[in-house]
């Protein structure tokens, strides 16, 4: 089993839709947990961390589940410069985890 | 302006020659790493550093070394044993411990041996 698991989609969604993606993770002792977002052919950066009580910015919302040990990202209103691979990190004792990454793309 | 800088921006090498790549940051942080990513997967560690003149195996450290000389910098060398060099790599730093954790990546380079 893959320490941190994502939909690899890819996710295809018309402009202003909702769209969701879901993480797991298996060491239930990780510390921190984040989603990175990483464009066509450039580095990760990162877009928010993720906590239990959950987190909003702007148009995007995170939540952890830690009994669970599963992570979502939930994006409202989707514009076309949202199209990127979203990579779900975890942070293992400093040394960070990361998922394969869930393209979307975003249709006008 | 701080930051991480690695070059060159793409680099082409024949198969069983040894490759350094360069990582350069001006931000200070003691922890450096280094990964891997190949199309469609997430990155996979390959050594770190949490402080000059240390550093460690991550997760596929076979065919690669590194060095810790400089704070600031931290080279990585693909060696021909290295089976598959072929991808793109990735620097990052960090301050250890720091709250909330972050890692700071650089633009990558990307490898093609043939």
């Known amino acids: 089993r893959k320490e941190v698991e994502q939909d690899p989609g890819p996710f295809n969604v018309p402009e202003g839709a909702t769209v969701a993606f879901n993480c797991t993770y298996s060491?239930?002792?990780?510390?921190?947990f984040f989603w990175y977002r990483q464009d066509c052919r450039k580095e990760p950066k990162l877009l928010m961390s993720v906590y239990s009580s959950g987190n909003e910015d702007g148009r995007f919302t995170a939540q952890l589940n830690r009994a669970s040990q599963y992570i979502s990202l939930l994006i409202r209103d989707s514009k076309l410069s949202d199209s990127a691979t979203y990579l779900c990190v975890v942070n293992n004792q400093q040394k960070l985890v990361f998922g394969q990454g869930t393209r979307l793309t975003i249709n006008p | 302006d701080g930051g991480i800088t690695q070059s060159p921006k793409y680099l082409f090498r024949k198969e069983g020659q040894n490759v350094t790549l360069s990582c350069e940051q001006n931000?200070?942080?003691?922890?450096m790493y280094w990964y891997r990513q190949d199309p469609g997967q997430g990155l996979r560690l390959i050594y770190y550093s949490q402080i000059v003149n240390d550093f460690q195996k991550g997760d596929i450290a076979e065919g690669y070394s590194v060095s810790r000389e400089k704070k600031e910098s931290f080279p990585l060398t693909v060696t021909s044993a290295q089976k598959n060099p072929t991808a793109f790599y990735l620097c990052?730093?960090?301050?250890?411990?720091?709250?909330?954790?972050?890692?700071?990546f650089g633009p990558g380079t990307r490898l093609t041996v043939t």
């Open positions: 990052a730093s960090s301050i250890p411990a720091s709250n909330p954790y972050e890692q700071y």
């Open positions: 931000l200070n942080h003691d922890a």
């Open positions: 060491n239930s002792a990780s510390q921190s």
